[in-house]
Each structure stands twice: as structure tokens, then as C-alpha cells.
């Protein structure tokens, strides 16, 4: 089955600084990229995704790029605020709409 | 967006006895729901995939009896988790796409089990 790994586990940056996670996946038939959000104790929510037809996508200070070749894709923040502190988890769709988590990266925003 | 809905969204119970938790889609008709379990600072693990009229279909490791799955209508699935032990005690979180829309996955807001 697929397998997704995420990189850090943490991540600490000063706000107003940028950050970068980043994500292998291991089905080379997966064509779906989410990537989520989540505060403790909440539901994740879905803060920008990719289709593997797409190299990058941008939504104001969330940006995500994908290489199929390498099986990678990475999730970038600019201009990070102490919002933006939380769990994110990447994730990867292979079929059926499952959808294969890693294994989160826990993001701190220094004021 | 849509809405997903989950209930109870936190439930105590004793060692041995099964507990139901719903999920439901308030404003969309979902033929597939998903369950989630998460532990503390861990991800999402898939448990199944409920099916509307069909039976479920679990992850590899996941016992089909201890997790019953029910998917009766088009906005409801139901897990029930029977004879509930301390390591069942998790984050159980749904989801369901909207397939007459985006097929984007909404997530349900999650139920927190603790078994004593």
C-alpha cells in the first residue's frame, strides 16, 4: 500500500518567517495532494491540495509544488503568524479516495 | 462548505461495553464515508470504508467484528465499537465526499473515546 512520510516532525520558525514541510509518497499512481490543518482536538482542516497535473499551486501565503518524478511535494507558508501554529498533515490518494496521512509536522510560530 | 457531523463528540465508557458514535452529512448526500482513528500526536490511521447499502471495507490490521460499520442511509454511517477496552480509548474522526459536488472529503469535527 502507499506510504507517505513527512518531514520535520517540528518545526519551529519566528513570525513573519517562512516555512517548508515536506512530504514523499511511494505510489507513483497517486494523483491527489492534500494537506490539512489541525488545532488540538479538532477536525483537520483542508488548507490547500494538489492534482498531480499540476506542478505548483499558490493561495496567498500557502503554496504547494509537487514532483512527480520524485514522488515529492512540499507545503510552503510566508509571512507565517502565531495562527499558523497547529499540526499539519500532508496526505496522498492512490484510489477509491482513500487518502494515506503522514505523520504530521508540528508547527510553532514564535511571536 | 459542507458539514459534517459527529455525536457524540465525547463519550466515557466501562471496560466491556460498546459504544455507538454517528456520523452524519448535513447537507450533502455521501455514498462513501470514511473512519479515522487518531492517538495522541499521532496522524490519522483509515479504519474502513462504509459503503451506503453495502458492507464496509477495513484496513488491513483493523478487526471487523470489534468495529461494526453501518452505512444505511445516504447521510448516516454509524461505528459502533464493542466490547470497548482501555486501548481502544482514541480520537475517532469521520469523513464524507460529496459525490454530486466537489468529491472534496469533509471531516467530521471528531469523538473522543476513553474507556475505563
Known amino acids: 500500500g502507499e506510504n507517505v512520510e513527512q518531514h520535520p516532525s517540528t518545526l519551529s520558525v519566528q513570525e513573519g518567517d517562512s516555512a517548508v514541510i515536506k512530504c514523499t509518497y511511494s505510489d507513483s499512481a497517486s494523483n491527489y495532494f492534500p494537506w490539512y490543518k489541525q488545532e488540538l482536538g479538532k477536525r483537520p482542516q483542508l488548507i490547500i491540495d494538489?492534482?498531480?497535473?499540476?506542478g505548483e499551486k499558490k493561495d496567498q501565503r500557502i503554496a504547494v509544488t509537487l514532483n512527480k518524478t520524485a514522488k515529492h511535494f512540499s507545503l510552503h507558508i510566508t509571512e507565517t503568524q502565531p495562527e499558523d501554529s497547529a499540526v499539519y498533515f500532508c496526505a496522498s490518494e492512490f484510489g477509491n479516495e482513500k487518502l494515506t496521512f503522514g505523520t504530521g509536522t508540528r508547527l510553532t510560530i514564535i511571536p | 462548505g459542507a458539514v459534517v457531523s459527529q455525536h457524540p463528540s465525547r463519550v466515557i465508557c466501562k471496560s466491556g461495553t460498546s459504544v455507538k458514535i454517528e456520523c452524519r452529512s448535513l447537507d450533502f448526500q455521501a455514498t462513501t464515508m470514511f473512519w479515522y482513528r487518531q492517538f495522541p500526536k499521532q496522524s490519522l490511521m483509515l479504519m474502513a470504508t462504509s459503503n451506503e447499502g453495502s458492507k464496509a471495507t477495513y484496513e488491513q490490521g483493523v478487526e471487523k467484528d470489534k468495529f461494526l460499520i453501518n452505512h444505511a442511509s445516504l447521510t448516516l454511517s454509524t461505528l459502533t465499537v464493542t466490547s470497548a477496552h482501555p486501548e481502544d480509548s482514541s480520537f475517532y474522526i469521520c469523513?464524507?465526499?460529496?459525490?454530486?459536488?466537489?468529491?472534496?472529503?469533509?471531516f467530521g469535527p471528531g469523538t473522543r473515546l476513553t474507556v475505563t
Open positions: 494538489i492534482r498531480s497535473n499540476v
Open positions: 469523513s464524507a465526499i460529496d459525490t454530486t459536488g466537489s468529491y472534496e472529503q469533509y
